[in-house]
């Protein structure tokens, strides 16, 4: 199921980019910095300028090739530090309920980052190191989000469950509507019990991003300057995400709209929200390619040596192909495979990956009725036959599964969403700093 992350990561100031999907938010370099000190307390930790101002500095070179969908310096600067705040505050609460990752997990996250960028893992640290980071930061923010990650699923793993009783009310509503839509989305958000005062000041600051958009701002710009959701810094852009999947108050806002129209301010229980429906795209019949096969197979064993074993599946080729002997009697009275010997070898009917990707391999290499020549697996030996093949509507179950996948993602999404809400509300946040308050902020320890 797809997790929402809380934290927008931001482009680590490399001269090669990294994709949305493995940016970071880069901490300071290690060079020395003349003068440093620190812009905010936040709990027992804290947030010093030379982090906040190389975080800036990965934003500006991110949107180097359009600097003014940027919002003026003290604008970005607050939004900059509002979202360490929050990495700060997830790493302290999952400090404190014992998650840790270890130096081989973040060891794979850095192999995984290379390869998403097509790099070796050496050319990613000559990148960083390029651009006067090191690499022993990199790998500490990489810690960071997947700490903050593990945070996330511990937070949701008690509180989402699907029922199919959910599945079933949510397919039969009125108002279900399947397809997909590319979002923008700003959001101008609430603390958690707010007050009449700041549901105005939150309203005004909306009403602001509509009229800076209808005034010909950039959704995008506006997104960057007005948006206080993890989004924000992309520009609010939400992807394609299933109209089954969002909220349903959103899914009813674009409903009618076409591509390029944005709404008005929609109140919803967390703050204000405003949408663009970038682009829409219609559900399709999911029809699937499926096999029908049988196999038996031979494992080695402290009795089977593994030459031993490719001879038996070699001679059981023999006997079926050459001898015509039974394929199902030798399954039945040969096959280690639990799941089909006593059914003769019969797999059923499958989709091709179902039984792992060497299977899948030989399965469209054969015709019906044919048997491969053994072959070897982590299993063991194979003898398969292809019994047939068809093309299969999978549109009703596959509809099932993304009901349960959206309703998931929904509950995960609000269940965190609440979580950081209450976990910001219930922190000790003092900006020492006075341009990089909000307006209006008093200085000190503040909650929200």
Partial sequence: MKQPFALFLLAIATATALPTHAQLLPQAATGKQPLDRIVAVVDDGVILQSELNEAVRSVQQQYASNPGTLPPMDVLQRQVLDRLILMKLQVQRADDQGIRVSDADVDQAVNAVAQQNKMSPEQLRAAVEQSGSSFAAFRRQLSEQLIAQRLHDSVIRDQVNITDSEINNMLASPSYKAGEVHLGHIQISLPAGASAADIKAAQEKATQAINAIHGGMDFKAAAIRFSDAQDALDGG???????????????????????????????????????????????????????????????????LTPEQAHQKAEDLYNRIVNKHEDFAKLAKEFSKDDTTANNGGDMGWFMQGDWGSIIAQHMAELKDDQVSQPFQSEAGWHVLQRLGSRESDRTAEMERNQARQAIGNRKAEQAYDDYLREMRSSAYVNILVPELREPNEPQGGKSS
Avoid: Y
């Fill in 237 to 303: 852009d939400l992807g394609w995400r299933r109209v089954d999947e969002i909220p349903p108050a959103f899914a009813d806002a674009v409903a009618n709209m076409k591509a390029g129209d944005v709404t008005p301010a929609l109140r919803g229980p967390t703050g204000f929200h405003i949408l663009k429906l970038i682009e829409q795209r219609a559900p399709s019949r999911q029809v699937v390619q499926e096999f029908h096969a049988r196999q038996i197979l031979i494992k080695p064993s402290e009795l």
